[in-house]
């Protein structure tokens, strides 16, 4: 199955509340023929992009190939959350890196929100970036798990920027029934992810990379140079980047092994007008605890962005406001009758351990993906980190590429329908609240 073209229609945008309120974005043509370039970037997300911008920036001649649009996958359709620290907590990876490592880990998480931030400011993109993001639990004892969490972060990193939230103050912001407190970050932050995505394609292009939409690589040459194989034309490069993420397919075997696509729903609701305060009473997003989270957000016009909801094969279902009105409904019993007016499904990729896969799959090509759900700050600062490793400074990369990756179970072939019985036990455990 090619999920490239699985659930959507080529080189056009699902019919998200994102698309809709996209900046205007002039559609770059496809490639035809046979070009030569320093690199080539496989991927028009946040990783390729800000892998081309970096460097395009730094004199190097780059292509940068997407099979459908800029912001067409995951970069485009996520929670637009802006989270803190790496998707692995902090403890954990002091257990399994060691002290050292996992104070370097911190630091990159760190320079990936600030990367972000200082991107959107240095090219004026609007993309709605607001401060905040809550982590909220459902039950005393994750209350507590959060707090000391954050105690960790304060005296372990001397990360200051969070405000702890007991079951009170957890009500005070989100006056659903379904939490018990947690703590509010507002060194994290939101924003609309298109926009941002549609913001550094723009930035690329002034830097002077060659973008190509609706060109699908078939094949990659693992030759010096490279060359990237697509229908109509080929890019012989000294350098290639993999920036694939969910929909990598067949292109590459080792990453395969060890990243996965998975599918996730959000819906927006109608404007709720003055029930917005019935849902959040500050303008922040928010994710909780469960292990298939639930995450949200009020968008730009009033809305709830909401995303969850559970998949357990790569197409989409028919009725997906549905789906996501079930999780929703949870969290907010009183917006049971509300209107959906969009509903959209989109694709990531995950890892055994939820930390981004970065490797060297050959002595000229690089590639990152994996970001299983964190990744609007680790995806953009991955896409620096290879744009710094091919400039020969590759100690970021390095560090990154350090963490251990375990394959999935039965490799490519069986991976899926053991992810289906992994995510079955976690979501009854989720419903069950143990």
Request: proline share 5%; net charge negative; charged share 20%.
């Amino acid at each position: 199955m090619n999920l490239l073209y699985s659930n959507d229609r080529k080189a056009e945008y699902p019919a998200s509340w994102y698309a809709a309120t996209a900046n205007p974005a002039d559609r770059s043509p496809a490639l035809a023929g046979d070009v030569k370039a320093d690199v080539c970037v496989v991927g028009g997300g946040y990783t390729g992009l800000s892998a081309a911008m970096h460097l395009a920036e730094a004199g190097f001649d780059v292509v940068l190939l997407e099979a459908h649009r800029m912001g067409f996958g995951a970069s485009g359709r996520n929670g637009g959350q802006l989270g803190s620290a790496q998707r692995m907590d902090q403890e954990d990876l002091e257990r399994l890196v060691g002290d050292n490592d996992a104070a370097k880990l911190w630091d990159l998480a760190e320079n990936a929100k600030e990367l972000v931030k200082s991107l959107i400011a240095k090219h004026q993109i609007d993309c709605d970036l607001k401060p905040g993001v809550a982590v909220l639990g459902l039950t005393q004892g994750e209350q507590q798990e959060l707090h000391d969490h954050a105690a960790h972060l304060s005296d372990r990193y001397g990360y200051d920027q969070i405000e702890l939230l007991d079951e009170g103050g957890g009500h005070a912001l989100c006056p659903s029934p379904a939490y018990r407190g947690g703590y509010l970050d507002m060194g994290a932050a939101h924003l609309h992810p298109l926009n941002f995505a549609l913001g550094l394609a723009q930035a690329a292009a002034k830097a002077g990379v060659r973008i190509f939409e609706g060109t699908e690589v078939e094949r990659i040459e693992e030759t010096v140079p490279a060359v990237v194989q697509t229908a109509q034309g080929a890019v012989t490069a000294d350098h290639v980047i993999l920036a694939c993420n969910g929909y990598l397919g067949n292109l590459n075997r080792k990453v395969a092994t060890k990243v996965m696509p998975i599918n996730n729903f959000i819906a927006a609701t109608e404007p709720l007008g003055a029930d917005t305060a019935r849902v959040l009473t500050r303008d922040v997003a928010v994710a909780d605890t469960k292990f298939v989270v639930n995450y949200f957000r009020l968008s730009a016009d009033g809305r709830l962005l909401f995303g969850g909801g559970e998949s357990y094969g790569y197409r989409f279902p028919g009725d997906i406001a549905a789906k996501v009105r079930k999780p929703m409904t949870e969290i907010f019993p009183h917006l049971r009758d509300v209107k959906i007016d969009y509903a959209w499904g989109g694709t990531l990729a995950i890892t055994m351990r939820r930390m981004p896969y970065l490797a060297r799959i050959a002595p000229n090509i690089l590639s990152a993906s994996g970001y299983s759900g964190h990744g609007v700050g680790t995806a953009t600062h991955a896409g620096q980190l290879m744009a710094s490793a091919i400039q020969g400074q590759a100690e970021g990369f390095d560090t990154m590429a350090r963490v251990p990756a375990l394959p999935f179970p039965g490799g490519p072939a069986l991976r899926s329908p053991l992810l289906v019985l992994a995510m079955t036990w976690f979501a009854l455990r989720d419903r069950l609240g143990v």
